[in-house]
């Protein structure tokens, strides 16, 4: 059979494993859960000698040494992904839960209930670990999900989806509400994204290269963010020492994610000030600096002109740009030009700024007086994520479980009839 027809028959079985499993108990999705915790330790040796074969592949290949961290599982990250399952355990289920119930002048009540989604295809590079942080979340939302990782990791990924299948039937719901392709040719990729009467929705996660080209393909609806351009605006009136602190840990604490600082936007007003205090902290960081003129001789010894193209980039490293501006209108300018509607925050004690600031910045977080770091699942308190949504439609900001449901019209009346 060619590759098309194997992705269509799994997208087949997914479907028709999603209409048991939305009819699942929490109960029956919590013991699964418990058991490939269970899985998750007692297998251990087995998994990593997989995901060790896929290690020393790699390295003969000539992985660099960052990706081939990303790709390595360590007995830290197996008790993680153990852990992950319990704590998802601890999460209300959403589904079946009802919204909103109001009722219309004829007596109907009329609420909203949550449903699951359907059927999810995950599209994921490198860290095998996605393979159980994604399914579960997905799973517990009521999903049956379709997971594509990278060639790199198929080893490990094998290993981990055989874990999710025997978990899942352990718990008396269907195995095949969690399959792995098991092929690393690209046409299955391609073959996916065509399968909108199946597949209700695709996740990807990975570089923007990955992303754009699932986008490009796909027929159905994408959940994605591109990259993580994250502004912050220090206000003519902001604290400055608490400004400070908070650049330095939305750069510095670990400027390799999606929610690091990229480019810091300063009034005016305080540039003078702030701006030597906060460059040289940040140079006691490890950060490089890339200034507007406005800005560079006021950061002193170590900063370097920017580039055109230094604003707008994601660095994924210990750099950022710096900009002097004339007011909150130039700062939400520039953020309207080069920001990618991943996250924005202002630094002000004035109360009606930081209130238009929250209007007026189009971001899946905006916050005041704090790091863009923030804008995690876990740190908003949704528990866990599955990614970060920047698309508008259906979830904008960190996918949590009840994210990854929708919400359907119900009904409650008594003999009703329209006139």
Sequence with gaps: MSVATDMEQMAVRARDASRLLAGA?????????AALAD?????????MAANARDVEAAKAAG???????????????????????REIIALPDPVGGIEAMRPRPNGLLVGRMRVPLGVICMIYESRPNVTIDAAILCLKAGNAVILKGGSEALESNKALAALL?????????PADAAQLVPTSDRAAVAALCKLDQYIDVIIPRGGEGLIRAVVDAATMPVLKHFKGVCHAYVDAEADLAMAEKVIVNAKAQRPGVCNALECLLVHADVAPEFLPRVGSALRRAGVTLRACPRALPLLGEGAAPAAPE???????DLILAVKVVDSMDEALAHIHRYGSNHTEVILTEHHGRAMDFLRRAD??????NCSTRFNDGGELGLGAEIGISTSKLHAYGPMGLVELTSAKFVTLGNGQVRG
């Design 25 to 33: 108990s929490g109960a029956a999705k919590d013991t699964f859960l």
């Design 310 to 316: 230094d604003y707008g980039h994601e660095f994924h």
């Design 39 to 47: 899985l998750l330790a007692t297998r251990r040796e087995a998994v």
């Design 363 to 368: 971001a899946s977080m905006v916050g005041v």
């Design 63 to 85: 992985m660099d040494a960052p990706r081939v961290n990303r790709l390595t599982l360590t007995p830290a990250i197996m008790d993680a992904m153990a852990a992950a399952c």
């Design 165 to 173: 299948r025997e978990a899942l039937a352990a718990a008396g719901l």
